[in-house]
T-cell receptor
Framework: AQSVTQPDIHITVSEGASLELRCNYS??????LFWYVQSPGQGLQLLLK??????LVQGIKGFEAEFKRSQSSFNLRKPSVHWSDAAEYFC????????????FGGGTRLMVKP | KAGVTQTPRYLIKTRGQQVTLSCSPISGHRSVSWYQQTPGQGLQFLFEYFSETQRNKGNFPGRFSGRQFSNSRSEMNVSTLELGDSALYLC????????????FGPGTRLLVL
């Protein structure tokens, strides 16, 4: 079975600083990869996704992520964080023989210092 | 296009009762999945329906069940509620049978007393 690890439970960055959130997955083949963001009391909003092709994907709100097959990673980055980016971020994996089922990482809570 | 809607948004029940949650997918979406989110276990997959058929099921007891109607709307039911069923229940929809982006609703927050 596939698994997803987000090693950082909490991250605090200063507004304007760069951000990288880590995500590692375990799966034999190339999975479908997603990053979602959740604000308190809300559902999940899709930031970006990787299905195939270019390993650097661009998302909404200035986020990007890079798929590295050799490292089984799909890290999320943003060059300059805004206070409104404070939220919880989830990495998720889907696989080709399991319908649309997603396996989620434990999440990383991002706090932004003014 | 309207997003995924879930009703009710908040619910309080007592142990032993049962509850039914509803999800209306994005228009044209035929796949509906349900997830449970708790502080301790995180986001866990419950089940997925596509064209009224359950396609996948997560590792939850039989007290958790669901169904999908011909208009793709879905309901999930939890019988004999336990305190540990308190959670945010999220519904997600996607267009196709697999490999598609899932779009999430705002969730139903269930509190079991």
């Amino acid at each position: 079975a596939q698994s997803v690890t987000q090693p950082d439970i909490h991250i605090t960055v200063s507004e304007g600083a760069s951000l990288e959130l880590r995500c590692n997955y375990s799966y034999g083949a190339t999975p479908y990869l997603f990053w979602y963001v959740q604000s308190p009391g809300q559902g999940l909003q899709l930031l970006l996704k990787y299905f195939s092709g270019d390993t650097l994907v661009q998302g909404i709100k200035g986020f990007e992520a890079e798929f590295k097959r050799s490292q089984s990673s799909f890290n999320l980055r943003k060059p300059s964080v805004h206070w409104s980016d404070a939220a919880e971020y989830f990495c998720a994996v889907g696989v080709s023989n399991a319908g649309n089922m997603l396996t989620f990482g434990g999440g990383t809570r991002l706090m932004v210092k003014p | 296009k309207a997003g995924v809607t879930q009703t009710p948004r908040y619910l309080i029940k007592t142990r032993g009762q049962q509850v039914t949650l509803s999800c209306s997918p994005i228009s044209g979406h035929r796949s509906v999945s349900w997830y449970q989110q708790t502080p301790g276990q995180g986001l866990q997959f419950l089940f997925e329906y596509f064209s009224e058929t359950q396609r996948n099921k997560g590792n939850f007891p039989g007290r958790f069940s669901g169904r999908q109607f011909s208009n793709s709307r879905s309901e999930m039911n939890v019988s004999t509620l336990e305190l540990g069923d308190s959670a945010l229940y999220l519904c997600a929809s996607s267009r196709a049978a697999q490999g598609e982006t899932q779009y999430f609703g705002p969730g139903t927050r269930l509190l079991v007393l």
